[in-house]
């Protein structure tokens, strides 16, 4: 796969990311840091390691001692929400630093999705049941088993959650009503893709960062499971940035994973990579 930066250790981040993604236990913080280290070519190990260093040192500054799922909650709330001052507001969503864990880790602000995966990792390490819950529109984390479990929404500082507060929140997401379905762990391996569509996301809206959505579209193709109609968003977006041979070959292999369900939309396909090839005249 092409990437976005031309750099010798460019291949050898791909390649632990990939690695990591097919873990037994993938490791959450680790492939988090590897999507920074992707968007910043200057990033180190050095610098992966100081942030790895800092998720131990601020589960360390948590009191020790087995607690229930809402007095874990509340440490956290506290440490991370009340004295380090991680918290979340709407002018982050802007940003693309705010989707990186290097960085949220030094601003102490973020994505609800990325203050979460700070929250988790920290409790982890402290010995707490923690996990991400992705509700429709909003990253939270859980404390606890399904019948004590404790809510908690690291984007306003750690405040608890009550039930009637998550039904708000998906109802205001989707008009839906919170189903418990909504409020089981989040895979790992979910979460990077939410963090990688997030990325996505942010580049959609800024034609100038086409880099940026190729590699976060490549990163998630690593993944063990992704959405196939990703290889046609690398296909569309080669061609915007000229590489006309690559996006036409890349929709001619869509157009085959699709053809035996999606003819017509095959036929499609290959018209566009015909077109692409054109260009190139």
Not at 103 to 109: D, E, G, I, Q
Not at 243 to 251: C, D
Request: with cysteine; aromatic share 6%; net charge negative.
């Amino acid at each position: 796969m092409s990437g976005a930066h031309d750099r010798p250790e460019a291949d050898r981040w791909r390649t632990r990311f990939a690695r990591e993604a097919r873990e037994e236990r993938p490791d959450l913080a680790a492939l988090c840091l590897l999507i920074g280290a992707e968007a910043e070519p200057e990033l180190g190990q050095p610098e992966l390691d100081a942030a790895e260093i800092e998720l131990d040192r601020l589960a360390g500054l948590l009191p020790y001692g087995p607690k229930s799922p809402r007095a874990w909650a509340a440490a956290l709330a506290a440490l991370l929400g009340t004295r380090c001052g991680f918290h979340g507001t709407p002018a982050d969503y802007r940003h693309l630093e705010s989707s990186l864990l290097h960085h949220v880790l030094r601003r102490r602000r973020g994505l609800p999705i990325l203050l979460s995966v700070v929250w988790a990792e920290v409790a982890r390490r402290a010995g707490a049941h923690v996990y991400g819950v992705a509700l429709p529109g909003h990253f939270v984390v859980g404390f606890g088993d399904p019948q004590e479990q404790v809510l908690a929404d690291p984007f306003a500082g750690g405040r608890l959650l009550t039930g009637a507060d998550a039904e708000l929140l998906v109802a205001g997401a989707t008009g839906e009503p919170l189903r418990p379905s909504m409020l089981t762990p989040a895979d790992p391996l979910d979460v990077v893709l939410r963090v990688l569509n997030n990325i996505r996301a942010w580049a959609a809206g800024r034609p100038e960062r086409s880099d940026v959505a190729l590699w976060a579209v490549e990163l998630a193709l690593l993944l063990p499971s992704h959405p196939a109609r990703l290889r046609y968003e690398r296909a569309q977006l080669l061609v915007r940035r000229g590489e006309f041979a690559a996006g036409a070959a890349e929709i001619e292999a869509y157009a085959e994973v699709v053809d035996a369900v999606e003819p017509t939309t095959a036929a499609t396909l290959r018209a566009h990579a015909r077109a692409a090839r054109a260009r190139l005249n």
